[in-house]
């Protein structure tokens, strides 16, 4: 991952734009540190291997650099509400709307997802990673501090909506992780309007979940379905474990990623949105569908396997700690509600 010392100096520089943006008391400053995120992350994308990965880094600078504009275009316009006394609309609902729409169009979330599948298919399995996870955490801290219900249901529906259906017809695992994370997007702003420290447990467990599958990808270099259904595993218990792993992601209640949306939904029957959480559920039937078409010829007994992939060899410390990691995903779960139960 790390060839050279110029990889640990941007990997520092894109933490500390983010950190920046999350420690900032004005959306200056928290602007400031996107642009230091966005430019510290262009370099990384860049990988001589892949020659999809330079378009990826154009398109991700172009879109990045359009969503910063808008930033910075709604902040002045708010400086010179406060400024000048200019009356433009009851409590600031058009500028916040305009700030909305940039953070949603930096973080990939529906409407404006349509960069988001093309640019992950030009990455390296490392850079999906970042962008999935780390690249989420400042726009939605920015989000956070918005109260706009009405475009925070049309992103959740939409948001929900797409990322299930999206990923329907696809054959590449990057795309199909790509829709993945549009939709854990919107239950995420779902969790954010109901509860502020929701969201973040939501946020962290879906970063486990991801990290589980995409060093599991990385290791064995795996980008498309019909990968999956040739490979030959020495051992079943790995095969099953990345099978669970997904029907964990896709939240399939005996697993860890059911424990986020669980509490997502109780959240939101509590504050009766009865049709919002209905919808959202609908929705993530579809997308635990194409997680288990993944699943479903393999898990079957009389699965057929190329016998000249018998002999894979694999490091017993990287094969250990996917073990681990798989094992966390998939015990956790009941592990806590027995202690729950017990105690």
Do not use: D
Not at 194 to 202: M, P, Q, R, V
Not at 213 to 234: A, G, S
Request: charged content about 5%.
């Amino acid at each position: 991952m790390f060839k050279n010392s110029s990889k640990i100096l941007f990997y520092m520089i894109l933490m500390m734009g983010t950190l920046i943006t999350i420690s900032s008391n004005s959306w200056l400053g928290a602007w400031m540190g996107l642009e230091i995120n966005l430019l510290s992350f262009i370099p990384l994308m860049n990988n001589t291997n892949n020659l999809m990965s330079t378009e990826a880094s154009l398109k991700y600078f172009l879109i990045q650099a359009l969503a910063s504009l808008i930033l910075l275009f709604a902040v002045i316009l708010n400086m010179l509400k406060f400024n000048l006394n200019i009356y433009l609309t009851n409590n600031n609902s058009l500028i916040n709307m305009i700030i909305l729409s940039s953070l949603l169009l930096k973080s990939g979330t529906a409407p404006f997802h349509f960069w988001f599948p093309t640019v992950m298919e030009g990455l390296t399995w490392m850079n999906i990673l970042t962008l999935m996870t780390w690249q989420k955490i400042a726009p939605l801290m920015l989000m956070s501090y918005l109260n706009f219900k009405f475009m925070f249901t049309m992103a959740i529906l939409f948001s929900v909506t797409i990322g299930s259906l999206g990923g329907l017809n696809q054959t590449s695992l990057k795309k199909i992780m790509a829709f993945s994370s549009i939709n854990h997007l919107g239950w995420m702003i779902a969790a954010m309007s109901a509860n502020e420290s929701i969201w973040l447990f939501y946020f962290i467990l879906y970063s486990f979940l991801s990290f589980t599958l995409v060093y599991f990808f990385n290791l064995f270099k795996i980008f498309h379905m019909n990968q999956l259904f040739t490979i030959f595993f020495h051992s079943k218990t790995i095969k099953f474990s990345l099978f669970l792993n997904l029907l964990s992601l896709g939240g399939l209640p005996p697993f860890l990623g059911f424990l986020p949306k669980w509490m997502v939904i109780q959240t939101l029957t509590f504050n009766n949105q009865i049709m919002l959480m209905t919808f959202m559920t609908s929705m993530s039937l579809i997308t635990l569908y194409f997680y288990l078409r993944i699943c479903y010829s393999a898990f079957m007994l009389n699965y057929y396997e190329n016998n000249w992939m018998i002999n894979m060899h694999f490091n017993n410390l990287y094969m250990t700690l996917y073990l681990i990691l798989t094992s966390i995903s998939i015990f956790s779960l009941f592990s806590i509600s027995m202690i729950y139960f017990i105690f």
